[in-house]
């Protein structure tokens, strides 16, 4: 049972070059968010989703695009990179509302210079 | 607004010794969770003990214990009988019930190190 998988790992951009953040989970749930986690920090929330073909904005969206078609993947989107951008990404799932549990991937190191 | 404070940037504690990690937190809500999540070197966010604010008893897990206050609003983890692999970066959150979906208001962190 993979879990929740992110690639690529790393990545370096040069700005304004766009890329795809891919996410995929394993456990069928419904929900899926998007965090970004700066040096010395925790975690804050892009975007987040409760289904297939429902997104919503997190506390800090802008810059970002995300999209979900099935359930299982919850890819993206950095249009435009800017170095403050830089940062860790990692992509979480739940099963359930408010929950109990949100299951990680390992994040995708990201550098825009 | 809602907040996370960890006011010990980094710990220390010797191998099967107890330590205590702080944490305050600020929110107006009265339905909330609170959490402790550990990142190893590795990366991997995992989550500890969870706490949900309507219940008075203080969550366990293992060898992990929390200590909640909710008048204080403080939410200190107690890790007893260290070991190696409790070394991590430990965050405390926070999650309003009602709230955004899976929006973690998190602290900036401790850094837990273990001397053998």
């Known amino acids: 049972n993979a879990g929740v998988t992110q690639t690529p790992k790393f990545r370096i951009l040069k700005i304004g070059q766009s890329m795809t953040l891919q996410c995929a989970q394993d456990?069928?749930?419904?929900?899926m968010y998007w965090y970004r986690q700066d040096p010395g920090m925790g975690l804050k929330l892009i975007y987040y989703?409760?289904?297939?073909?429902?997104?919503d904005k997190g506390e800090v969206p802008n810059g970002y695009n995300v999209s979900r078609s099935t359930t299982e993947d919850f890819p993206l989107r950095l249009e435009l990179a800017a170095p403050s951008q830089t940062s860790v990404y990692f992509c979480?799932?739940?099963?359930?509302?408010?929950?109990?549990?949100?299951?990680f991937g390992s994040g995708t190191q990201l550098s825009v210079l | 607004a809602q907040t996370v404070t960890q006011s010990q940037p980094e710990m220390s504690v010797q191998e099967a010794e107890t330590v205590t990690l702080s944490c305050t937190y600020d929110?107006?809500?009265?339905?909330?969770?609170l959490f402790w999540y550990k990142q190893p070197p590795s990366r991997q966010m995992i989550l500890v003990i969870r706490?949900?604010?309507?219940?008075?008893q203080n969550a366990t897990e293992n060898r992990f214990s929390v200590n909640f206050q909710k008048a204080a609003k403080s939410f200190s983890l107690k890790i007893s009988d260290s070991q190696l692999g409790d070394a991590a970066m430990y965050f405390c959150?926070?999650?309003?019930?009602?709230?955004?979906?899976?929006?973690?208001?998190f602290g900036k962190g401790t850094k837990l190190s273990v001397k053998p």
């Open positions: 979480a799932s739940s099963l359930g509302q408010y929950s109990e549990k949100l299951f």
């Open positions: 456990m069928n749930h419904n929900y």
């Open positions: 989703s409760v289904g297939a073909g429902i997104t």
């Open positions: 929110t107006s809500e009265s339905d909330y969770y």
């Open positions: 706490q949900e604010a309507y219940k008075q």
């Open positions: 959150a926070l999650m309003n019930y009602g709230g955004s979906q899976g929006n973690l208001i």
